[in-house]
């Protein structure tokens, strides 16, 4: 177990190497000169070639890529983020204030939809061939097929503006920022978020116990005269999800990088929002830093639900796979 | 006399619905089983003889009913109680099993579950019925392991399936099946997906434990060589019909069936002469759905008559515990049990 | 056990908005009797222009909201309806010399930053030198490099700027020449206070410094709580000098560049009382905001931002530059072909055609001069008279949306039905070099700031873009050079205006820039909850943008 740990652990350093080559890359080809977006149109008239040199001197624009690329990883190493170029704040203040927003409604929506998927996949295994199982289903298909921000739009459209039940977007009423003030806001994005996430999952959890239901142990653990609740969640189910949490793995950097989406729908302002700004703004090194944190995000949970699978899954553990 | 019957099964009709067709994996199905000894359920795979283990406690999948008769359970001669009375997955029929009566499968593979250590999941069984502490449980358990013959128990007690061979698997399932001491053993198949020499040693271990606790054991099996290795008693099976029912001497040296008498020139049975050559039976099994007016062995019996083809062949005792279900025999009837 | 668990858990869920509900309604009912304008809160949009807001930053940079108005006070104020009164602030006195060159204010003597500290003349210059050195873009920026020492303060050549003292609380400005803007820039140039800075301070940093995080002003709003990048609360100032804020509390909610639907839908759920930005800058947001809120109501403010067409009189990089473009005639033919209506519909009730830089609606515009209309014959003639020989032009524009494309889509038929064949590109790359070293481009569409007659015809910023389109120094002296010298110089009204009509002629005649469209601002308010001086939506958008008095002593809530 420690040493499947620990090599997973190793394996994260080449995978952050090529994001950052991948993100710098990417961004190189990103149209648009970055200086354009300092100086609002209005105020064009201000600027004279001398001024512009400067700042493009100041800002290290004229450098080749590859420098530029290996001054600004070994500047992350030291811990310096660089400063935006749009409002010369740092970034690594900016990060600070988004980045808890988007754990927590990622987190939020993840855990929600996780256990919703599961719930109504292991609902619709049982009831199979039932309404409930039909109606699950067809929603199921609903949600697969629908975009999430259409999804978004609607609920901000119903509940937001015409039933005016649910702030229709934003993290927190002024002056109340504690988590419970919060949910009101929360709901919305978190249930977005996690639809096709949600209904995925059902659709695999529902497959998958529909199989194990069928496994002979689960015939032997009724033999033992053990409850129906008991067959189904302790044998069933939990043989079900083994193989549910490599969806789960998969699904996460989708779910991550739905916070784009979602977060600008809800004006929400998390990291998702910031890269969507940051990139209308040209402002690559916040681009850079927002995506590579993301990155790292979907590394790290994806990491946990590996160990998590693992410890769910004896033959994994002991190193038989 | 029906006392000394610990299960009784009487007219078991199970039924499957596989879509809009209707299949009648188990027919009619009757025999006995007496306190202690070992009834033997043999039959082509596919002849009903799971389905009929699986109907006595309930353990059929949701496509599958039980349409009419009984499963008579005698634990005490004070006591008879009629399984099939008893809702599927109900209480009563849950704290009989794995406590009165329990069950063996045939693929030890899969039957273990795969993310549970094999200590946990005796201890489920055990603790299940049983009000003990868990290291009651636990010491219970490494001395039933070490009975039945695994090395040592007490570092095997936290091991997982994965990492026990085929015939120490299935002896963790005789330990499941026994931890409870329970007075009836099912075993379907046991030994099936095992190599010939372990097949040895878990019908002597199953022999064994039969005798060290009394248990009645209903083995179900395709193997004449095994039937005649341990059982007291053989009820033939074909297409979902017990066709012969008898002691073990009974069936082997004296089978009337032509079915059971095919059977038997099928396999190899020790003692057999050098030149014997064995039989195929010729034919094959019909469909599970197939509805037959007569008798379903008909297509395939050498000895089929008109009669055949038009009825259903009615029981016959055709002597002491010796019943047939064909025409062949029907003058020779002791009473009529159709 | 277990159905009494899930009961319990289902009853909890079914409570939990209840309880939010509840505690609610209970407030409003306790407080119904009180004055609104103490127990409410206006919701103020704070936008952060172009970023993200994780400081307040913005205030130093640019802003586009009420937030740092109410927090940050400046020397001096204008008057929402006479702009050429002057309303005392920071400064509760001041002297302009005879010449107009040197200014002297005195700030008031117990004026104190809200950390106690007071507010010194020295802060003030502190504040200058950041503008001048800065890394940001400012308005202010041109306007003081009339103030002595500031050119070579700007060029690092010196290390203060010369013409501006110190001592205690009075402040001296001298200035080369004099300035009639001097007043109206210095009521936008927002102070801070030098001792939170440290005295190494790096002004090519200033945006990052720690100070934004919570900064200390002496508005007439104190911050009071702010969690970036979501609110800001500002309460009262009760010691602030100024007559008394009418409205306790207001809360800026940050929507950042991208949120504008955003915040529309929190202006339809009643959740945003005042949003004034760019951002809103269309007709018909607000007219939507307001269809489905009606409590809501919006004002088409008068603009001093105009879109333009500046020519390149003077040769390109590559040398496929049109030589008709020195000709005026050529010129004047372009400004006739163009659209310049269909410009304007884009923005149906907000943009109005334009026949100089100068918006209709202006007390400045030059009545005599025709409003636009677009004249193909005319154009024709004046091409004739040019003698053009068919060859193309090309067009630059800066704005790169699916609108402006469609839009120099049609520039191009619209000269093509004169004869002129044009091809249009849109300049992303590196805008500064295309536009002043390759001038690879006869026309650019562009957006200039029409109040500043000085930045329109570009006599302060030598090498800046109007250098370009102004052409040769001599033209540009003649023409608009001793004029624009008296209108920077005067302060008198009348005369500025007769300045004002003597450009927009001279600048007609000579075919350049080519002014097209103007863009009013709108602003969208919560008209059943937000009371204020009515003088707001007759002023300029002046009143808005920092430059006047806001009257907050007027502000009102009313309960709803």
Not at chain 1, 105 to 120: D, Q, R
Not at chain 1, 220 to 230: D, N
Not at chain 1, 283 to 295: E, G, R, Y
């Amino acid at each position: 177990m420690l040493k499947y740990f620990f090599r997973r652990l190793l394996s994260f350093i080449p995978k952050i190497l090529i994001i950052t080559i991948l993100i710098f890359i990417g961004l190189e080809f990103v149209p648009g000169d970055p200086i354009s977006y300092l100086i609002p149109p209005e105020q064009m008239a201000f600027m004279t070639e001398e001024t512009i040199a400067n700042m493009r001197e100041n800002l290290g624009l004229n450098d080749p890529a590859y420098i530029r690329y290996f001054k600004w990883l070994g500047n992350i190493l030291k811990g310096d983020m660089g400063y935006s170029l749009i409002n010369g704040v740092k970034i690594s203040d900016i990060i600070w204030t988004r980045l808890p927003a988007t754990i927590e409604l990622t987190a939020l929506g993840f855990a929600v939809a996780t256990i919703l998927g599961l719930l109504f996949g292991f609902i619709s295994a049982l009831k199979r061939n039932t309404p409930i199982d039909y109606s699950l289903t067809a929603l199921g298909m609903v949600g697969v097929s629908i975009p999430e921000f259409f999804f978004g739009l609607s609920a901000i459209v119903v509940f937001g503006l015409t039933f005016r039940w649910l702030p229709p977007g934003g993290r927190m009423t002024p002056g109340q920022p504690g988590f419970f003030q919060r949910i009101p806001y929360l709901v919305m994005p978190v249930l977005v978020i996690g639809i096709s996430y949600t209904a995925t999952l059902m659709r695999y959890t529902r497959g998958s116990m529909l199989d194990t239901m069928n496994k002979d142990y689960v015939k032997a653990a009724r033999s033992k005269g053990l409850s129906e609740t008991r067959v189904n969640l302790v044998h069933s189910f939990r043989n079900a999800i083994i193989p549910v949490m490599i969806i789960i793995v998969n699904r996460i950097p989708i779910l991550i990088a739905g916070t784009v989406v979602i977060e600008s729908v809800f004006n929400y302002p998390g990291m998702g929002k910031l890269i969507l700004e940051s990139i209308s703004g040209s402002d690559m090194p916040v681009v850079m830093i927002a995506t590579f944190f993301i990155a790292l995000a979907v590394l790290i949970a994806s990491f946990l639900v590996d160990l998590l699978s693992a410890l769910l899954d004896p033959r994994i553990r002991f190193g038989k796979m | 006399m029906e006392k000394d019957y610990i299960l009784q099964v009487k007219n078991l009709e199970t039924r499957f619905k596989i879509g809009k067709k209707t299949v009648h994996a188990v027919n009619d199905v009757s025999f006995n089983l007496r306190r202690g000894t070992t009834l033997g359920v043999v039959g082509e795979s596919g002849c009903g003889k799971s389905v009929t283990a699986l109907s006595i406690m309930q353990l059929l999948p949701k496509a599958a009913h039980i349409e009419g008769g009984q499963v008579l359970y005698t634990p005490s001669p004070e006591q008879t109680l009629n399984l099939t009375d008893f809702k599927r997955n109900s209480k009563e029929l849950r704290s009989i099993r794995g406590k009165d009566i329990a069950m063996i499968f045939q693929d030890s593979l899969s039957s273990l579950d795969p993310v549970y250590s094999i200590g946990w999941q005796i201890m489920e069984n055990l603790r299940m019925h049983e009000k003990l502490s868990k290291k009651e449980a636990k010491e219970k358990i490494i001395r039933m392991l070490g009975e039945l013959g695994i090395p040592s128990p007490e570092d095997r007690f936290k091991s997982y399936p994965f990492e026990f061979s085929g015939g120490m698997k299935q002896r963790v399932m005789i330990a499941i099946g026994m931890i409870c001491n329970p007075n009836i053993l099912i075993a379907d198949e046991p030994t099936t997906a095992l190599d010939v020499t372990i097949q040895a040693q878990i019908l002597a271990l199953i022999k064994q434990m039969q005798q060290e606790h009394g248990t009645s054991v209903i083995l179900i099996t395709h193997n004449m060589g095994i039937v005649a290795e341990i059982c007291d008693e053989v009820a033939v099976m074909y297409m979902g019909r017990v066709v012969e029912f008898g002691s073990l001497l009974q069936i082997f040296e004296n089978p009337h069936h032509p079915y059971t008498k095919a059977l038997l020139k099928s396999v190899p049975v020790l003692g057999m002469g050098k030149d014997t050559e064995l039989e195929s039976i010729e034919g094959t099994t019909p469909d599970a759905s197939t509805v037959f007016k007569g008798c379903e062995f008909e297509p395939r019996c050498p000895f089929a008559m008109k009669k055949c083809t038009e009825e259903h062949p009615m029981v016959c005792e055709i002597e002491e515990g010796h019943e047939v279900r064909c025409w062949l025999y029907e003058e020779k009837c002791k009473d009529d049990r159709r | 056990m277990k159905k009494l668990v899930t009961v319990l858990f289902l009853c909890s869920v079914l409570l939990i908005p209840n309880l939010f509900a509840g505690g609610a309604a209970e407030a409003g009912a306790v407080k119904a009797a009180e004055d609104f304008s103490e127990t409410g809160t206006l919701n103020v949009l704070w936008y952060a222009a172009g970023g993200t807001s994780g400081s307040f930053e913005c205030v130093y940079r640019d802003y586009q909201s009420q937030v740092p108005d109410l927090l940050y006070d400046t020397l001096i104020k204008l008057d929402m309806e006479d702009t050429s009164k002057i309303v005392p602030r920071m400064a509760d006195r001041w002297e302009v010399s005879a010449d107009g060159l040197v200014y002297t204010f005195y700030i008031r003597e117990n004026l104190n930053w809200t950390d106690g500290k007071p507010v010194t003349a020295d802060d003030v210059v502190f504040s200058l030198e950041a503008q001048l050195r800065g890394y940001g873009i400012q308005n202010e920026r041109g306007s003081f490099q009339f103030i002595k020492g500031a050119q070579e303060y700007f060029d690092k050549t010196a290390n203060s700027i010369s013409g501006v003292k110190a001592e205690g609380k009075k402040l001296t400005i001298t200035l080369t020449q004099p300035y009639g803007f001097m007043m109206r820039t210095l009521a936008t140039f927002v102070p801070y206070p030098r001792h939170l800075f440290p005295a190494d301070v790096d002004y090519t940093k200033f945006g990052s410094y720690d100070y934004w995080k919570a900064p200390v002003h002496c508005g007439p709003y104190v911050l009071e709580s702010v969690t970036f990048p979501d609110y800001c609360v500002l309460v009262r100032n009760d010691s602030w000098y100024g007559p008394r804020p009418g409205i306790k509390r207001v809360t800026g909610i940050s929507f950042d560049a991208g949120g504008t639907d955003a915040a529309v839908a929190a202006m339809i759920a009643g959740r945003l009382d005042l949003a004034h930005s760019n951002a809103f800058n269309d007709v018909n947001i607000a007219s939507n905001v307001v269809k489905q809120n009606p409590d809501y109501a919006y004002n088409a403010f008068f603009s001093p931002y105009y879109r333009l067409f500046t020519t390149n009189l003077t040769g390109s990089a590559d040398g496929k530059w049109n030589k008709f473009m020195a000709n005026a005639d050529f010129r004047k033919a372009i400004n006739l072909a163009i659209d310049k209506e269909a410009f304007a519909s884009y923005f149906p009730g907000q943009a109005v055609a334009l026949s100089t830089a100068v918006n209709p609606g202006d007390p400045l515009y030059d009545k005599s001069i025709p409003l636009f209309k677009r004249d193909v014959e005319a154009a024709k003639a004046l091409l004739k008279k040019a003698g053009y020989d068919g060859s193309p032009i090309r067009i630059a524009y800066y704005y790169n949306d699916q609108m402006h494309n469609d839009l120099m889509d049609l520039t191009v038929q619209n000269l093509a039905e004169i004869g002129i064949p044009a091809e249009s590109r849109v300049v992303i790359q590196d805008i500064y070099a295309a536009i002043y070293e390759q001038k690879n481009w006869d026309i650019c569409y562009a957006g200039a700031n029409q109040l500043s007659g000085v930045e329109n015809y570009g006599v302060v910023n030598p090498g800046t873009i109007y250098d370009v389109y102004l052409g040769n120094e001599a033209v540009r002296e003649e023409l608009f050079g001793k004029y624009l010298k008296e209108v920077s110089a005067t302060s008198d009204p009348a005369r500025l205006k007769e300045l004002a009509i003597l450009l927009q002629q001279n600048s007609l005649n000579y075919g350049s820039p080519i002014p097209v469209i103007s863009m009013n601002k709108m602003m969208i308010y919560n008209d059943a909850k937000w009371d204020f001086d009515p003088a707001w939506l007759k002023a300029s958008d002046l009143a808005i943008y920092r430059t006047c008095d806001l009257r907050l002593e007027t502000w009102k809530l009313n309960k709803k």
